[in-house]
């Protein structure tokens, strides 16, 4: 099976913290995203990497930056916290190909107070 | 400016009947189509597709209709039963780009 690990299930930071969301993937899938989940807005994407080193914005990358050292692992880190990043945090990976389906980890809820 | 949309936050159904969850999308572009199911704790899964050059696909309980014509999307599920219970996503893309998704609809199927 398909396992996608993030580091952590529940975040508590304070605003202006640096933070770090970490990505880990077993399947050797070249591309790896990190969406963030909030009610009645679905699943917004904010980064993406199609290749180690590579990265690209999604639609909302604005107080977020990403890092791919590995190939198996995908960072999100947030430079500075803000409130209005409290979210579910949703990373995943998929193999390059037509259709390629999305395999999800369990997600990291933040909350910044 | 939402390209999917999920209009209905919640449904609630009898075991053993029929579920209906319907997305509508604006973009005429997009030519594929897939419904991820989220239970509370865990993230989506993949459930079924469908390609812009069908307008059905089946798979056991769950069928997934494309109306291109009404840019509507429905998934059926018969019969629907408790473990069902769950927020569904539907989901689009056009050609390689990344997938946009609906708000979700929260599934409840009572015993």
């Known amino acids: 099976d398909v396992k996608v690990t993030q580091s952590s299930r529940y975040l508590v930071k304070r605003t202006g913290e640096k933070v770090f969301l970490e990505c880990v993937q077993d399947m050797d899938h070249e591309n790896m995203f990190w969406y963030r989940q909030d009610p009645g807005l679905g699943l917004r994407l904010i980064y993406f990497?199609?290749?180690?080193?590579?990265?690209e914005k999604g639609d909302i990358p604005e107080g977020y930056s990403v890092s791919r050292e590995k190939k198996e692992r995908f960072s999100l880190i947030l430079e500075s916290a803000s409130t209005n990043q409290t979210s579910m945090y949703l990373c995943?990976?998929?193999?390059?190909?037509?259709?390629?389906?999305?395999?999800f980890g369990s997600g990291t809820q933040l909350s910044v107070l | 400016d939402q390209q999917v949309k999920q209009n209905s936050p919640s449904l609630s159904v009898q075991e053993g009947r029929i579920s209906i969850l319907n997305c509508d999308y604006t973009?005429?572009?997009?030519?594929?189509f897939l419904w991820y199911k989220k239970y509370p704790a865990e993230g989506p899964t993949f459930l079924i597709s469908i390609s812009s050059i069908k307008d059905k696909n089946e798979d056991g309980r769950f069928t997934v209709f494309l109306n291109k014509s009404a840019k509507h999307l429905s998934l059926h599920i018969v019969p629907s039963q408790p473990g069902d219970s769950a927020v569904y996503f539907c989901?689009?893309?056009?050609?390689?780009?990344?997938?946009?998704f609906g708000s979700g609809t929260q599934l409840t199927v009572l015993p």
């Open positions: 995943a990976s998929s193999f390059t190909g037509t259709n390629e389906k999305l395999f």
């Open positions: 989901a689009a893309r056009w050609g390689a780009r990344q997938l946009t």
């Open positions: 990497s199609y290749d180690v080193k590579m990265k």
């Open positions: 973009n005429s572009m997009f030519d594929y």
